[in-house]
């Protein structure tokens, strides 16, 4: 096997004892010059006949999606796109995105994932700073959204598209319903003289160079952070970074098998589903790119569906291999409102073999109240955009215990830094401190930031650290606790308070939802905690804010109970679904008189 870089893990790290999941290698056995482009080709000669991805009631085989994946590349070559150049991705999760994405990657360009749901202030800057000139979107985004970008940013190509473009699952009849009788699916004309219709860049005879990608240092992805608590950064992700994290995710699923069910693997024919977003690291790299090198099919959803829908979907779709269903907190929460006979009526059978939970801490009050109710396994990892996005991973279906976030990939390592001194070192065992991580899938820096770079890739005994920003407690297993993020953490008259622990109380009582905490300024102790909260149906005509504070007197230390609590209708969420502590502090009052008093301090 040719490599270019190796990434041997030293033998003694403690992850590698009890809970090393069993069948899974340490290191990685992968060539590492691979580009993203041939991953694809590889796994479309190799599942040529198998499905690749369902969407709108269409299947869509590995033979299928490669004539059109070279058709588009050929018409991205025609029309000039060469290694290097930037072409944007504004949609959903469609086949069009998939599409797009290798044809991009085969010609050595720097895909730049965008949010349907940006606006102009939120896109200019970054096609700007990427000197985007081409790119592809929904036709109804160009008619209200990219166009209004211009003069600002001038494109020299719009390749445009419509939703049910290619779902042929879906009669002619039934998309005249959804698009002009019904309107649940918007539509535009694109008349610019620039823009040309998805489908006839299908048609474009296949005719493109074979170009060479040094997959160790050529981007292959700009990627927004999640900006959860202070503005995005564009996160650059090599072809090697992206490579490595789908087979490191790949191992977890091919390397481990059910006690008694020796002949089921899940990989080939298994089903991911990607309600994530496509445009996001986590939909992107977890879903796309694993499922692609492994042999999977995609499941995508344009948006998140309602519970009810999901689970009627997942129920009528085939039983090939099972399913793989990645999720976020906030998913979780919405499940535990569904009614049991509608549970019922549409049972998975053990059809979700494995329920994924990322992006953030999961708060016990959840996970229990989930797992009760529907008897599924969640098993917890933990990674970010900067790590392409997968760090580890509990047993797929031996023994886990939750709260931890399992144990890092293969040719992956990690320790736990001193949070205020990284040149410090790694921590005790059982003491808190920064999640630190290395490996062959962390990224190579922030896009025209070289400042932050440096603040977090450190050179520590030889080795290139990533510093998540994360705070956990690693115990003798090498197994970590993720307890909030270094951000987050409250020093309330000099002690430190971490916000998970007060969610965690809150979010017990019985008529509680949902909640968020995050800090305030306050004149006598610096800062103060605030809790956000969601209150059940059945808690509105009863709990205040002063009994839930009364309540939690008996459950944390006095310095612990938030000094203010407000209830609210809907938790704020970033585009993958995190709860957005920054935009519940930018809209309290106090808050921003702290930011206007300090402006007017700065201009005097």
């Not at 009890?18 to 991953?39: A, H, N, R």
């Not at 900006?227 to 650059?236: A, D, L, S």
């Not at 400042?451 to 050179?459: D, F, G, I, S």
């Not at 905690?529 to 808690?539: D, F, L, Y």
Request: charged letters at 25%; aromatic letters at 12%; proline letters at 6%.
């Amino acid at each position: 096997m040719s490599q270019t870089h190796r990434f041997k893990i030293p033998d003694d790290r403690p992850f590698y004892g009890k809970f090393w999941p069993k069948g899974l290698p340490k290191e990685l056995d992968i060539d590492y010059s691979m580009s993203l482009g041939q991953l694809f080709d590889d796994s479309a000669e190799k599942y040529s006949e198998d499905p690749a991805i369902w969407f709108l009631n269409t299947w869509m085989t590995y033979k299928e999606l490669k004539r059109h994946v070279d058709a588009f590349t050929s018409y991205l070559h025609k029309i000039g796109v060469q290694k290097g150049d930037s072409v944007a991705i504004d949609l959903p999760n469609c086949f069009q995105f998939v599409i797009a994405f290798y044809s991009i990657m085969k010609l050595g360009a720097k895909c730049i994932p965008l949010n349907p749901l940006y606006k102009k202030h939120e896109l200019l800057p970054i096609l700007k700073s990427t000197e985007t000139k081409v790119i592809i979107t929904l036709d109804v985004l160009w008619a209200k959204v990219i166009s209004l970008v211009e003069p600002d940013w001038i494109f020299n190509k719009i390749i445009y598209t419509g939703m049910l473009d290619l779902a042929t699952g879906i009669s002619k009849l039934a998309q005249f319903f959804a698009k002009r009788v019904l309107k649940k699916v918007p539509t535009a004309k694109v008349t610019d003289p620039r823009a040309i219709d998805f489908r006839e860049c299908l048609k474009t005879p296949i005719d493109y160079p074979n170009v060479e990608i040094d997959s160790n240092h050529d981007i292959a992805v700009i990627s927004n952070t999640g900006g959860t608590t202070g503005m995005p950064k564009m996160v650059i992700l090599s072809h090697r970074n992206l490579i490595s994290n789908a087979f490191q995710l790949g191992y977890l699923f091919l390397k481990q098998k059910p006690e008694g069910e020796e002949k089921f693997i899940l990989g080939h024919r298994t089903g991911f589903i990607a309600i994530l977003p496509l445009f996001h690291l986590y939909g992107l790299g977890a879903v796309m790119n694993m499922a692609v090198a492994i042999g999977g099919y995609q499941v995508l959803f344009p948006r998140p569906p309602a519970p009810e829908e999901f689970l009627k979907t997942i129920y009528n779709l085939p039983n090939y291999n099972r399913f793989v269903h990645y999720t976020i907190e906030y998913m979780l929460i919405q499940f535990l409102e569904v009614d049991p006979k509608f549970v019922k009526r549409y049972p998975l059978n053990g059809r979700i073999a494995i329920c994924g939970y990322g992006g953030g801490y999961l708060h016990p009050y959840v996970r229990d109240r989930f797992e009760e109710m529907t008897g599924a396994r969640i098993t917890e990892g933990y990674g970010l955009t900067e790590a392409a996005p997968m760090v580890s991973a509990n047993n797929l279906y031996g023994h886990r215990e939750p709260g931890y976030v399992g144990t890092p990939g293969p040719s992956i390592d990690w320790d736990i830094f001193d949070m205020e001194d990284f040149s410090n070192g790694p921590v005790a065992i059982g003491e808190r401190g920064e999640i630190c991580v290395t490996g062959p899938n962390v990224m190579l820096g922030y896009w025209k930031d070289p400042e932050t770079t440096a603040k977090v890739l450190r050179e520590y005994e030889g080795r290139t650290w990533l510093l998540t920003g994360d705070i956990g407690i690693m115990d003798e297993h090498g197994r970590v606790k993720i307890m909030d993020r270094k951000k987050q953490i409250l020093k309330i008259a000099g002690r430190l308070v971490f916000p998970t622990e007060i969610e965690n109380e809150i979010g017990y009582h019985p008529l509680v939802k949902e909640v968020a905490v995050a800090s305030i300024p306050d004149e006598r102790t610096g800062e103060a905690a605030k809790a956000w909260v969601v209150v059940k149906e059945e808690g509105k005509d009863t709990l205040t804010p002063e009994k839930l504070r009364t309540w939690l007197t008996d459950n944390l230390a006095h310095f612990k109970v938030p000094k203010f609590i407000e209830f609210i209708e809907e938790i704020p969420k970033t585009s993958a679904g995190k709860v957005s502590h920054r935009t519940l502090q930018e809209n309290d009052p106090l808050w921003r008189n702290k930011q206007y008093s300090q402006q007017i301090s700065e201009t005097n």
